[in-house]
Each structure stands twice: as structure tokens, then as C-alpha cells.
């Protein structure tokens, strides 16, 4: 019977997993150029900073997971709160899918409509059981390292080291690209809402801060790549890697590889989209105190 | 006037069409339920092994066995089992998969909560892993349950040939069975919305093959499906020795008269001749692939490579979520659960799998003892 119960609730594995799977769909494939637009080459400083105001949140999380118990008016005042913000991140990742799948694939207006719909009901759908989409993660954490490693293996080959390139051009925009384009906030309230299904332990604790840590880490360092491959990242205009690896011109003589990119982003979108559905379900469920 | 009395004719013990073996016990069940329970009982002597008899049907009043190990099973399930079992109320039973479909939670659900064997030894092997055995009289299937993914790439095989290159086997399995449902979307979306994607050389393959086609790429596919599955179950339903002339039949008028005049094209023939082999690699799911090839086919063809990515990520959650009788039916894998992992896509030698699968619930973790601990004491 012990072990029933142990699989009905989003364990460590699981959320670690999920925390990877979510800052890699928000970061590495979504917003490089995002974040190069406004803040140019001191962009990886602007993930930098980012990631520094991620960890301070998500230790917060952290800590309110441990002396706070999740059936108590504060915690249920935070998940109303938070909710505000979770809702306007859905909106903001339904846009950006709407954007990938009109401009890349579906110059109809109605086809994309239908796409985005039809993923939205499908996710929609899929919100009445949190742990499906962390059990999915479990699987899907493969496929998506597959991506990355896909995506960023070519451009290594092609790395022109100009580390002036790293420290030139204008620095004042850094702090507002830090705080308009990196979701913190998001990634703390997912820690808190599905952090919160089971007590956590020191250890357990400690475990989900290393892996904000590696995550941010991993994060800073494709940036500091894609400054030092490009240069200039602010001329590139489409979202995420797309035009930024060099998978496309690699695979010259036996088939571009830049859709499969494309596709690898989109499904980082949804998987992402899904994650939000989720989450503002649970916060809705604790801020109501209704038990699972 | 009383009918009388008769012991009904019995089939004798043949090997079941379904998982043969190279090496290893070829006996299989029959229609009748006691011979059935001799054969599960002359592999298990111990008394730990429980019968609950019922009888379910107004009219045919039908014998049905829930078997299971008293001191392996988890009480809940049974108890969960045996209620849903006394809650059938109809007019007879035929065959087991009656009795599958009313045991199902969710009678919508794509995936059966029970799973479907003809072998005493596989019955064995899976009451020994927790699992509960369901024998209905008249039919020479038995029921297990909880029923997980994981079952279904396994195959006796792996136990009965040693370890070597069972790893590779499932992992085979399972690639095959993604490629038999996506496939046929992946062609469509490529070939429709991506074709950048394609090399250069098999692109004007594809383009001289495809250069004269009557329907446009869906149909012909969907054409080409539906000619499949009419073969397909046509060759179930025919005498044997008229199979192999509808094989004949569907070969050189299919596939390369068809092709030939221009009425479908090669590529598309041979994807779906690919996809529609490699969906009999797991016998017990042909049904939901058939279904779901169909389903990603249309996804591709008119949504592309996002839709097939976002088809596949909502498939892959939904099919997360189920869990029949405490069972999560991708577990190990989602959850995964590092112990099961020995018996999964990997196999590691028998002596290893010292703890029972905990995929499955059950009361008596410890499958056996460590062989140098055992040995050590004598």
C-alpha cells in the first residue's frame, strides 16, 4: 500500500526533473535573442543577473516550503498572490506560441488559431491531474537533452573566440532586460506550488537549489557562447535558437535540421504552457485548501 | 426430464499463436477452466496460492477464478478486483475480454486495466510479481492485473534465451512501436510542411516518385491506411490456406500495380508497409496503434511537425496519468522507479532481481535472497 501512495504525489525526482525541463523551455531555447534585443552583447549579463534573482527566489520557495505548512492562511495567501502572475505568463506563452507557429509554419491565420486551440484544449484537459505532466517530464527531460545537445554541438564546432565581444556596446539596458524577460517569479511559484505536495527535508531542499544552481549555470554558459559565436546577438529577430545555431548551414548536404530546432521550441512552449496550466490550478487547490 | 450429465469436449494443449518461444514452455491454455487452473497450479504448489470462485451471467451462468498469491498480492487491489467484480450484473459471459472491459475504471480510457495471456508460465511469473489472475470458463485467455506498458515490451523470449542482446531487443520494441504510430505523420508533415528537412537526393526521389499522383498526399495516405486495415482484417477472419493468396493479393495488386499505374504512390505504400509490420511488435496493443497511426497521421498531414510535437507531448501526459488499481502505467519509467529499472529496458541476470517490481503493489517487497547470503549459510 506504501508504495500506492508514494507514486500518487509529485516526489523530488520529479520536481527537479520538471524545474530542469521548465528553465530549460523558458531559457536556452526561448529567449537568447529575447534577451539580445534589448540588452545586445552584455546580454549573458543580463541572464547573469537573472539567474542570480532566480536562486534568491527559489531558495525563498525553498524555505517557506520547509517552516511553512501549506494548509496554514499564509501559504494560501501567497498562492492567491502569485496567482495574478502565473495567469499573465499563460497569456504571455500562448502569444509566443501563436507567434512560432504563424510566422515558421502556418502562414493561415485559421490553421494556427486551430493549432493553438487544440493545444490549449489538450493541455486544458490535462490540468485535473498534476502529476501526469511530472511523470511525462520523467521522459520527456530525454528528448529534450537530445535537442539541446543537437542544437548546440554544431555551433561549437563553428566558435569564433572574441571574448571584446563579451564586455562592448551599450550596458544600460541590462537591469530592465533582466527584469522584463527572465520569469523568476514564474519559476519560484512553480517551485512553491508543486513543492508544496509533500514535506521537503533539508536534503530534499538542498537538492532542488543545486539543481536552480546547475540550471542558471548551464543557462549563463550557452549564453556566453552565443555572445562570443555571434557577436552582436541584438540583429537576429526570430525567438530562441533558431537563427542563432549553426545546425542549418551543418547539415548542408543532407538536410537542413533548423525545423527540427523550430519544432524542439514549440515543444518546449507547450510542455511550458501545460506547466502553467497546472500550476495555476494547484495554486487555486491550495489557495481553496482542497486536499488532492 | 433431466439433461444427461457430460463432461464437455476439451481441446487438447497446443502452443497459443501468441508468444511463442524459441526455447521454453509451449503449453497454453484451453477452454476449459479446470484444466487451466491445473496448469497455473502444477507450476505453484504452494498453499499461499488463493482461488475466489464466482459466477457471473444470469443465463450462461459463467465460472470465473480470481487467483493470486495471498502473500505476495496487495489486499487493497484484491479487495478493489473482487468488488468490481460482484458489481457485473449481466446476461452471460463468453470470454474474458467481457469481464476486461468491466474492470476498466474508466470505460473511455484508450489502454485495457487488464492484460491478456495464453501462457501458464507467464501467468506464473506475473502472480509472483503481485499481479492478480482472472480465468473465466470457456476461454483460453486469462486476465492479469494491474496491467502496465512495461508488459508489452517485454516478451518470454528475454527470459528463456539468456540476457545477451535483451537489452537492445525492447529498446528495438519500443522504437518500433513509435515508429508504427508516427510514422505516417512524420512522412505527411515532412513531406507537406518541412521539406528543407529532406536531403537533397531523396528529395528528387521522392518528388519523381510522388510527380504524377491522382490524390493529394492525406488522402492517398489515409487511402492507403484503410486498405491496410481492410487486409489486415480480412486475413483474420479467412481460412488459413486463402490467407496467403489475400497476402499474394495485396502485394502485387497493393503495392505494385497501385503503384505502378499511378494510383498511389511508392513512398507512401512503403511507409505505410513499415509502420503497419513494425505495429505487430507488441501484439496486445495493435488495436491502439492502429488507432493512434491513424489519429498522428491526420495530425501531420494538416498541423505539421508542431502539431505531431504537441499531439505526442499531450499523448505522452495523458497516457502518464493512468493508474489502474495503484499501478501508474508507464511506471518505471514515469515514475521511474530506480529498482524496477533491473527488469525494464534492461535486463540484469535473474540472481539480481532480488526485490519484487514495485511498479506492481504488493505486500512481500523481497523477491529472493542474495546468493552468496543464501550459500553462505549452508
Known amino acids: ?21 521548465y528553465s530549460i523551455s523558458i531559457k536556452v531555447l526561448t529567449l537568447p535573442s529575447t534577451l539580445a534585443k534589448g540588452a545586445g552583447n552584455w546580454a549573458w549579463l543580463s541572464a547573469l543577473l537573472g539567474i542570480v534573482f532566480e536562486l534568491v527566489l527559489v531558495i525563498v520557495a525553498s524555505l517557506i516550503l520547509k517552516f511553512t505548512d501549506n494548509r496554514n492562511r499564509f501559504f494560501r495567501g501567497l498562492c492567491w498572490l502569485l496567482l495574478p502572475l502565473i495567469a499573465l505568463e499563460i497569456i504571455l506563452t500562448a502569444t509566443q506560441i501563436f507567434q512560432l507557429a504563424y510566422t515558421d509554419l502556418f502562414t493561415n491565420l485559421g490553421i494556427t488559431v486551430f493549432v493553438i486551440t487544440l493545444i490549449g484544449l489538450g493541455m486544458f484537459f490535462l490540468t485535473r491531474q498534476p502529476r501526469a505532466v511530472f511523470r511525462a517530464s ?28 563579451l564586455v562592448r556596446g551599450n550596458g544600460g539596458q541590462i537591469l530592465s532586460t533582466t527584469l522584463i524577460n527572465l520569469g523568476f517569479f514564474e519559476t519560484a511559484t512553480f517551485v512553491l506550488a508543486f513543492g508544496s505536495e509533500t514535506r521537503k527535508t533539508n536534503r530534499d531542499l538542498i537538492k532542488l537549489n543545486l539543481t536552480a544552481l546547475l540550471c542558471g549555470i548551464g543557462y549563463v554558459v550557452v549564453m556566453i557562447l ?67 | ?20 518461444v524459441l ?51 496487495d489486499p487493497t487491489v484484491v479487495k478493489a478486483v473482487l468488488s468490481r467484480l460482484k458489481k457485473i450484473n449481466c446476461d452471460g459471459i463468453i470470454d474474458t475480454s467481457y469481464i476486461s472491459e468491466c474492470l476498466n475504471p474508466n470505460r473511455k480510457a484508450l489502454y485495457s486495466a487488464a492484460a491478456s495471456e495464453e501462457k501458464p508460465d507467464v501467468i506464473v511469473a506475473r502472480l509472483l510479481e503481485g499481479r492478480l489472475a482472472i480465468l473465466v470458463d470457456g476461454s483460453p485467455v486469462v486476465l492479469t492485473i494491474p496491467h502496465i506498458f512495461l508488459e508489452n515490451v517485454q516478451n518470454s523470449n528475454d527470459y ?10 525492447r529498446t528495438i520494441r519500443l522504437i518500433g512501436a513509435l515508429i508504427a504510430i508516427l510514422l505516417p505523420g512524420f512522412f505527411l508533415a515532412v513531406s507537406l510542411y518541412h521539406l528543407s528537412i529532406i536531403p537533397l537526393n531523396t528529395l528528387a526521389a521522392i518528388a519523381n516518385a510522388t510527380d504524377n499522383d491522382l490524390f493529394p498526399p492525406i488522402v492517398e495516405m489515409i487511402i492507403v491506411i484503410l486498405l491496410f486495415e481492410i487486409i489486415y482484417e480480412a486475413t483474420l477472419v479467412m481460412p488459413k490456406h486463402l490467407g496467403s493468396a489475400t497476402s499474394i493479393i495485396a502485394v502485387f495488386v497493393v503495392g505494385e500495380v497501385a503503384a505502378s499505374v499511378g494510383l498511389l504512390s511508392a513512398p507512401t505504400v512503403l511507409v505505410v508497409a513499415i509502420s503497419g509490420i513494425t505495429s505487430y511488435i507488441m501484439p496486445n496493443m495493435i488495436a491502439q496503434i492502429s488507432m493512434l497511426r491513424f489519429i498522428f497521421c491526420l495530425i501531420g498531414g494538416f498541423l505539421g511537425l508542431y502539431g505531431l510535437v504537441a499531439g505526442f507531448i499531450v499523448l505522452l501526459v ?52 542474495p546468493m552468496e547470503e543464501s550459500s553462505g549459510k549452508h
Open chain 1, 1 to 21: 500500500m506504501e508504495n500506492i501512495k508514494r507514486h500518487q504525489v509529485i516526489n523530488l525526482r520529479q520536481l527537479c526533473l520538471g524545474y530542469f525541463l
Open chain 2, 318 to 369: 495523458y497516457t502518464a496519468s493512468i493508474d489502474h488499481y495503484g499501478a501508474p502505467f508507464l511506471a518505471p519509467f514515469a515514475p521511474y522507479i530506480a529498482n524496477d529499472q533491473k527488469d525494464a529496458l534492461e535486463k540484469v541476470p535473474f540472481p539480481e532481481m532480488i526485490a519484487r517490481p514495485q511498479s506492481i503493489p504488493n505486500c512481500n517487497p523481497i523477491r529472493q535472497r
Open chain 2, 23 to 73: 526455447l521454453g514452455p509451449r503449453e497454453g491454455f484451453v477452454e476449459s477452466i479446470d484444466t487451466n487452473v491445473a496448469l497455473i497450479t502444477k507450476r505453484i504448489k504452494s498453499p499461499d496460492l488463493k482461488w475466489i470462485k464466482l459466477t457471473i451471467g444470469k443465463y450462461t451462468q459463467t465460472k470465473i477464478l480470481l487467483g493470486y498469491l495471498d502473500s505476495i498480492a
Open chain 2, 1 to 20: 426430464m433431466a439433461e444427461p450429465k457430460q463432461s464437455p469436449p476439451e481441446r487438447s494443449l497446443t502452443e497459443p499463436p501468441t508468444g511463442q
Open chain 1, 226 to 292: 552565443f555572445v562570443l559565436l555571434f557577436g552582436s546577438l541584438g540583429r537576429h529577430q526570430t525567438m530562441g535558437l533558431v537563427d542563432l545555431t549553426t545546425a542549418a548551414q551543418f547539415i548542408t548536404n543532407s538536410g537542413s535540421m533548423d525545423w527540427l530546432i523550430a519544432t524542439a521550441i514549440l515543444a518546449a512552449l507547450v510542455l511550458r504552457f501545460g506547466i502553467q496550466l497546472v500550476a495555476m490550478v494547484t495554486l487555486v487547490k491550495r489557495g481553496l485548501n482542497h486536499r488532492d
Open chain 2, 160 to 169: 528463456y534465451s539468456g540476457n545477451a542482446g535483451v537489452t537492445l531487443k
Open chain 1, 138 to 165: 520523467e521522459i520527456l527531460w530525454l528528448f529534450f537533452t537530445f535537442g539541446l545537445i543537437l542544437a548546440v554541438i554544431p555551433t561549437l564546432y563553428q566558435i569564433n573566440v572574441n571574448w571584446h565581444d
